[in-house]
């Protein structure tokens, strides 16, 4: 195979970074062997409670202590995980769930089904599809330790569907004094009753977060499927290293340092192809879309016509370019319900032009009353396709006349700020861009950048009553005929009042060395049951 000088370059800035590894990398990952894996994930770890945050790197974390009742297959069919077996009445309005045996927290106390209403409870403050079962029911309740039941006002269908969603927040079932915490407020004990447990001795955050495997977990007999069936640990010990700087976790990769590279740099994808011992895995099949969220609560994207200015003014293709230049991994998307899903649709975009339309954001920016507020852009330095995007658009936004400045911070600094609904001079925000699972945009009751009810909506906090009404009536149809009609009803609302503007969508492979292998492929999650490590 020719090596062109790009790649030379490349080789050469990765083994560079490899000189300059710190001693305490080094020193940590040299007693690496075959039972235990050294993993750099996307980001730090900063929030570790998997419902008050919707972020998936906590939503890992939460799937390596936690359990869930349901899980999904690899047809993203839900099936039975903590659940032994459930039943429904005859009037399909009571749900009644029985716990399988071998369950137990990790404190050595058995998980109880107190501990499954609690935590039904709190994850259905947040959750979207959550929020509908807490309205639609007259009572969630334990009958015994091992049985609880839900009983509704009318029949919900889908309920079991909403139970096993893969979209954080998960329903990860947490100990009853854990859960009965408020969502608003934090969790900080890490005691679950998963295949993992959290070692709280070895913690360091900011530097690395060590999982050991939990030698009291009873997995299911089912083979394993997605993110069903049995969750068997090969390793002992997974470790998360937090290296910020690619090119080092590039080397660290090459070197054998660590295994698995969450966010290897798209312009070294050749390198990583051409290397025999690393393999570049495409884990989430559907891919992210990429989208901007406006603070609709602050100036000056309060006003209809100034989220409306931003949709016309992205030209998708210079902003994925600029993410990830490989063209094979991107893509436009112009449907809130994300590419290619059973409900994608082309209602109400004509507002789509290539190559963006910057006269017409002016001109709505004016029509706005826009008088050069400053616009705040949260920019995450440490994911680092995202802080390219959130220049360009600060460069965009200026170039008509956008008084835009940038508020750099790692990722955990932005899923820390964009909770804030203040205004700017308080330490608020504007707009921030994000990524969310294509699989979770074809459900509106799933996923939380679909809610457009104001304070309880995700953050940005739009508001449209017409639309909510709409997205109501989703737990309602039952053909996918029904939910399509519904679908271009909800996206013609929708990209009137601009609940978010997409930038586009990609599909980002994971680098690791060939000796892991076992990974499980499905969006959302990443889990770390099922991979196994040959000697090298």
């Given at each position: 195979?020719?090596?062109s000088?790009?790649?030379l370059m ?12 710190p001693?305490?990398v ?30 998936n ?85 334990k ?5 609880f039941t ?5 029949p919900m269908g889908?309920?079991?569907d909403?139970l096993?969603?893969l ?27 998963g ?10 955050p ?8 939990n030698e ?22 997974v ?14 990769l090459?070197?054998g ?13 050749s390198?990583?192809?051409?290397d ?10 559907p ?7 406006m ?7 309060d ?10 003014l ?36 004509g ?25 705040v852009?949260?920019?995450p ?40 609904k ?14 969310e ?41 039952e ?35 060939k ?13 770390m ?6 000697s090298?």
């Open positions: 195979m020719a090596i000088r790009r790649d490349k080789a050469g800035l990765a083994a560079g970074a490899a000189i300059s590894i001693s305490v080094r020193a940590q990952t040299a007693s690496a062997d075959s039972r235990t894996v050294h993993m750099v994930k996307a980001s730090d770890l900063r929030v570790f409670d998997p419902i008050w945050t919707a972020t790197i906590t939503a890992d974390h939460g799937a390596a202590i936690y359990d869930t009742l349901f899980s999904l297959d690899s047809k993203f069919m839900p099936q039975p995980q903590m659940v032994a077996k459930w039943d429904v009445s005859d009037d399909r309005k009571t749900y009644t769930f029985e716990l399988r045996d071998g369950l137990g927290w990790h404190d050595g106390t058995p998980v109880t089904a107190a501990d499954c209403v609690a935590s039904i409870r709190r994850w259905g403050q947040v959750h979207p599809g959550g929020q509908l079962i807490m309205a639609r029911a007259n009572d969630i309740s009958k015994d330790d091992k049985t839900i009983a509704l006002k009318e889908i309920l079991i909403v096993a969603d979209t954080p927040p998960c329903l990860f079932i947490m100990r009853e004094k854990d859960a009965s915490r408020p969502a608003t407020e934090q969790v900080t004990a890490n005691i679950g009753s295949p993992f447990r959290f070692n709280e001795a070895l913690a360091k900011g530097a690395s977060i060590t999982y050991d495997r009291k977990y009873v997995p299911r007999k089912e083979p394993s499927d997605g993110l069903a069936g049995g969750k068997i640990v090969n390793v002992d010990r470790i998360w290293d937090v290296i910020a700087d690619q090119q080092t976790a590039m080397a660290a090459q070197a340092e660590i295994d698995y590279f969450e966010t290897p740099p798209a312009d070294l994808y390198l990583i192809e051409s025999p011992n690393l393999e570049l895995q495409v884990l989430d099949k891919g992210w879309n990429v989208l901007v969220r603070n609709c609560l602050q100036k000056p994207f006003n209809i016509k100034a989220r409306q200015a931003v949709l016309h992205i030209d998708q293709e210079a902003f994925m370019r600029v993410m990830y230049p490989d063209p094979k991994y991107i893509d436009t998307v112009t449907s809130i319900f994300g590419k290619d899903t059973p409900v994608s649709n082309d209602e109400n975009t507002w789509y032009k290539k190559g963006g339309d910057p006269e017409k954001a002016k001109q709505l920016f004016k029509e706005a009353g826009y008088a050069g507020e400053k616009v852009i949260l920019d330095t440490d994911w680092h396709e995202s802080d390219n995007a959130s220049q360009f658009l600060a460069a965009e936004l200026r170039k008509i006349g956008v008084n835009a400045e940038l508020a750099p911070s790692d990722w955990g600094g932005v899923s820390t700020r964009r909770a804030k203040d205004p700017v001079e308080n330490g608020g925000w504007s707009m921030f861009i994000t990524a699972s294509n699989y979770s945009l074809s459900n509106p009751l799933a996923t939380p950048i679909l809610l457009a009810n104001g304070d309880a909506a995700w953050y940005g906090w739009p508001k449209n009553g017409e639309y909510e009404a709409l997205r109501g009536k989703w737990a309602e149809v053909t996918l005929e029904e939910r399509k009609a519904l679908a271009r009803k909800m996206q013609a609302i929708w990209w009137d009042f601009v609940g978010d503007v997409r930038l586009g969508k990609y599909v980002s492979p994971i680098a690791h060395r000796t892991l292998s076992g990974l499980i492929g499905m969006p959302q999650i990443v889990p049951w099922n991979m196994q490590k040959a090298a």
